[in-house]
């Protein structure tokens, strides 16, 4: 878990660097997994059905969940992105807002924090 945190940590120094950002390309973290729990069952056990066999890969209910986790943080400004606490669905699918219907880069936004769901 700690070396999976530091990993994230860098990565996210890195995409706010200069590096990928220039006026006609941006890479923006989409970071709602950030400190999400796997999904369990009731009893607490994580929740497999999410999970291939080899417990790496995510099955096509998990890639369903993960689809609307991204497609929300991406209609979020940088800064006020949500963060989730459980990777169990559902995940409610959010509409682009109609003030900016537009997926959010680095210079339209300012630096909000929000807390995480």
């Not at 607490?44 to 986790?69: N, R």
């Not at 995940?91 to 680095?106: F, K, V």
Request: hydrophobic share 30%.
């Amino acid at each position: 878990m700690k070396v999976n945190l530091e990993y994230q940590e860098r990565l996210e120094e890195l995409l706010n660097s200069d590096r990928f950002f220039r006026e006609d390309f941006a890479v923006v973290l989409q970071p709602f997994l950030k400190y999400a729990d796997p999904p369990r069952l009731p009893n607490g056990k994580i929740d497999m059905t999410y999970f291939c066999s080899d417990c790496i890969h995510i099955t096509v209910k998990g890639h369903e969940e993960l689809a609307k986790g991204l497609w929300n943080n991406m209609f979020e400004p940088v800064g006020n992105k949500t963060l989730l606490r459980r990777f169990s669905g559902p995940i409610g699918l959010n509409c682009p807002p109609a003030e900016h219907p537009y997926i959010y880069t680095r210079p339209q936004t300012k630096q909000l924090e929000k807390p995480y769901h």
